[in-house]
């Protein structure tokens, strides 16, 4: 909102110094500051206000040392995470670009899901909250909303030949370009490969002449597929204090470096990567959802005064999908967000030899102590704080891994 109002007073009433609003950088230096401000501030009367609401955990037996402690510390801290990165966008983001309402929508929604299941955990005492099957149907429901925007709407364009435009630089972030004509695609980028760039298309080639036009019975698949598996990771990562909301804000802002030079064609063009107009503005949305990773950090580190629960963690596994999606380094994540993918594959590796093995030997055996990995560790005897520390350090490798692949192909 504020965006508007400083550009009104910029190009209308020509007012000095307004036209800093016209920056990226600018707004989402203040997009992180004040939803740092707002997570930690007023993270702390939400943290109140759901302790006089007796919203606590529910602690399952699972023999962790310090775990019975941790009964009764409110959950729901989400809503600290949404309120803090909503409210800065509202005011600095330019609300009609069509990744920033993506972006919202993505929020609200798997915001709801999150909440629908934490709300049933605790006032209807019902330890396994939403059945799956109804977040496997919000989470497919995003993914058709998400993949039919970006495939049918005209505001999601790319241009793959950069080299060709004619660049006009006003700033680093006002650029007038002529010819090449941005065009609707599927393409995506395939990390560590020289000529790294994938249209879902060319899977339908088979079918003759005018394929291109189904391409979405390839993409909006692959779009539900990626928010599902990424959102269920998120939400199997938390699982001790910090390590969901730390690792998540690492590969989060690795992503806000992607949006950053994918939308602007003087960066997109010197990196020789693919352009995708108007995606830069994601980067104040970033911004303002790592501001408020970090404010809930400062209440969710060790040992935690609030948790996130499924209203923040399907919520930041949404995101990061969407923002992937978008900016078109979807085939990334396993690399960029290689924790929520091993946490994943501990559960199914976990799960899948307990069964085979109860059939083949008649009694259920397992590989690790306990699924999710992070609870592998604790079984092992480290403390948790040494175990998110770490996590952390490898989420910082993978993101530096995942931004080296701009010029490593």
């Known amino acids: 909102m504020l965006y508007y109002f400083f550009e009104y007073l910029d190009k209308t009433l020509n007012v000095s110094g307004t036209g800093v609003f016209q920056y990226i950088t600018f707004r989402s230096a203040l997009a992180f500051i004040l939803s740092l401000l707002l997570s930690t501030i007023y993270g702390k009367r939400i943290i109140r206000f759901l302790q006089n609401q007796q919203v606590g955990e529910t602690v399952r037996e699972l023999g962790l ?19 803090a990165t909503l409210v800065p966008v509202m005011l600095f983001a330019k609300l009609q670009n069509i990744y920033i309402v993506l972006l919202i929508v993505t929020t609200l929604w798997m915001g709801t899901i999150g909440f629908i299941d934490d709300y049933i955990k605790i006032f209807k005492k ?25 495939y049918f709407s ?12 004619d660049v006009f630089r006003v700033s680093t972030e006002n650029v007038i370009t002529q010819s090449p004509v941005e065009e609707k695609s599927t393409a995506t980028t395939i990390p560590f490969f020289k000529n790294n760039e994938f249209d879902y298309a060319e899977l339908l080639a088979w079918t003759g002449e005018g394929y291109e036009k189904w391409a979405w ?20 990562t938390d699982g001790i ?24 064609i003087i960066f997109s063009n010197y990196l020789n990567i693919m352009y995708i107009p108007n995606s830069g503005e994601m980067t104040v949305f970033i911004a303002a959802f790592v ?8 209440y969710n580190s060790y040992p935690a005064s609030v948790f996130m629960g499924d209203t923040g963690s399907l919520t930041i596994g949404g995101i990061i999908a969407v923002l992937a999606i978008a900016v078109r380094k979807e085939m990334l994540i396993p690399l960029l967000c290689g924790i929520f993918l091993v946490e994943n594959l501990s559960v199914v590796i976990q799960v899948a030899y307990f069964k085979f093995s109860k059939k083949r030997f008649g009694e259920g055996r397992r590989i ?29 490798l993978l993101a530096i891994l995942s931004i080296i692949t701009l010029k490593l192909r």
């Open 65 to 83: 040392a310090g775990q019975n402690e941790k009964a009764g510390t409110p959950t729901m801290g989400g809503l600290i995470i949404i309120f």
């Open 126 to 150: 019902d330890k396994q909250g939403l059945k799956g099957g109804f977040k496997v149907v919000g989470q497919v429901g995003l993914g058709l909303i998400v993949g039919a925007v970006l």
């Open 154 to 165: 005209p505001g999601v364009t790319v241009r793959t030949d950069t080299g060709k435009a």
């Open 217 to 236: 019975l390839i993409f909006i698949p692959v779009v539900i597929f990626i928010i599902t598996a990424v959102s269920n990771g998120a939400n199997l």
């Open 241 to 264: 204090d910090g390590l969901a909301a730390g690792t998540s804000a690492i590969s989060v802002l690795a992503l806000g470096i992607f949006t950053f030079v994918s939308g602007n």
């Open 291 to 298: 501001g408020a990773l970090i404010g809930f950090l400062w």
């Open 368 to 396: 690790f102590l306990m699924a999710p990995l992070h609870h592998h560790y604790q079984k092992k005897g480290y403390h948790e704080s040494k175990i998110v520390t770490r996590f952390w350090i490898v989420a910082i």
